[in-house]
């Protein structure tokens, strides 16, 4: 047998239900040989049992059971067991599709990038849109003045963009996002991974670059996560709450400015995002069909902003942001 060259990890990223499925998909996408490493980060005991059977023959497989904990921590304490050239973080509400892992790894072989992108698309869920849309093909940071200061923005191009309107060509970009991703796994083993659970793939992706890696995106190689279109059972609600905890979102922005010296102009905003999800979840929760926890969002949404407005005071902050000089950005370890 060839002997593997990736190590597919995958973690919960809003919801235990899921597992089963991405990890049969997996087997079934990828011919090419891999280790598997399936993050048990509080499953209950029904979909341990369904772990077990499913990988009880699977001789490259293994699950690593750490309790309760946010995915960035996780992946902190199993990386430097990974023996791989490449790793894989997947969610495992992502799916990757046919042919997915050969793409990735020529693109790292023939550049040396630390980070491979594959293009993430997302299927209807949160927000109205098509039912299969652009969620990352390359993104990048760009710095926004307010009153004399300075913000940061997260740019992702052709975002919602229809799949055939993306570009197929590989082409650089600044970070990524963990629904899947492709790491040099010494280049992983070589950085801090921030304890966060809103900006780390940001503040990984300074970091790396900072290192003077590449990060690259390659759209031939695809991959489609569940934008909480899917329903979800009761007991995800544990993690689902857990992972997106106020005071979580809210020590991550302060984690990420005491180590960059840096807060993002959409700080706020991402707050509310949180919250519009949690508000959308319940209602599919309810069986409410997606168009429908849609309208409710909205209303919802928009009486929570007439009592705590989010903070936006530019008109459109996008048009006048500027690229991110990373020389600039001085890094003070976590901890």
């Not at 070589?190 to 809103?198: A, D, G, K, N, T």
Request: glycine content about 4%.
């Amino acid at each position: 047998m060839t002997q593997a060259s990736v190590t597919v990890v995958i973690s919960p990223r809003d919801r235990y239900s899921g597992i089963i499925a991405c990890i049969e998909n997996l087997y079934r996408c990828t011919p090419e040989p891999f280790l598997l490493k399936v993050l048990d980060l509080g499953y209950p005991a029904h979909i341990k049992r369904q772990l077990n059977v499913l990988l009880q023959h699977k001789a490259n497989a293994e699950i690593v059971e750490l309790g309760l904990m946010i995915p960035m921590d996780a992946v902190s304490k199993i990386r430097d067991s990974i023996t791989t050239p490449y790793t894989m973080l997947l969610d495992n509400d992502s799916n990757v599709t046919p042919g997915w892992l050969p793409p990735l790894l020529e693109t790292a072989l023939s550049s040396g990038a630390a980070v491979v992108n594959p293009l993430t698309l997302e299927k209807e869920g949160v927000d109205e849109g098509a039912t299969l849309r652009n969620h990352l093909y390359t993104n990048a940071i760009q710095v926004v003045d307010v009153e004399g200061k300075e913000y940061l923005i997260e740019h992702k191009s052709y975002r919602r963009a229809l799949p055939q309107d993306i570009p197929q060509q590989v082409a650089d970009s600044e970070m990524f996002e963990l629904h899947g991703v492709l790491f040099l796994t010494k280049a992983l083993q070589q950085i801090e991974l921030p304890s966060m659970v809103i900006r780390e793939h940001i503040d990984i992706g300074i970091q790396l670059r900072k290192l003077g890696y590449k990060l690259l995106s390659q759209p031939e190689s695809v991959i489609i996560f569940d934008n909480l279109g899917t329903r979800m059972s009761w007991f995800d609600m544990r993690f689902f709450f857990y992972r997106w905890d106020p005071k979580l979102t809210y020590t991550s922005s302060r984690l990420f400015e005491q180590r960059w010296h840096y807060n993002f102009y959409a700080e706020h905003a991402m707050y509310h995002w949180v919250f519009r999800r949690k508000v959308f979840l319940v209602c599919r929760w309810l069986h409410l069909p997606i168009s429908v926890s849609n309208k409710v969002v909205r209303v919802v949404a928009k009486l929570k902003t007439l009592i705590k407005p989010v903070w936006n005071p530019l008109s459109d902050p996008a048009a006048i942001a500027r690229p991110a000089e990373l020389d600039r950005f001085t890094h003070q370890p976590q901890g």
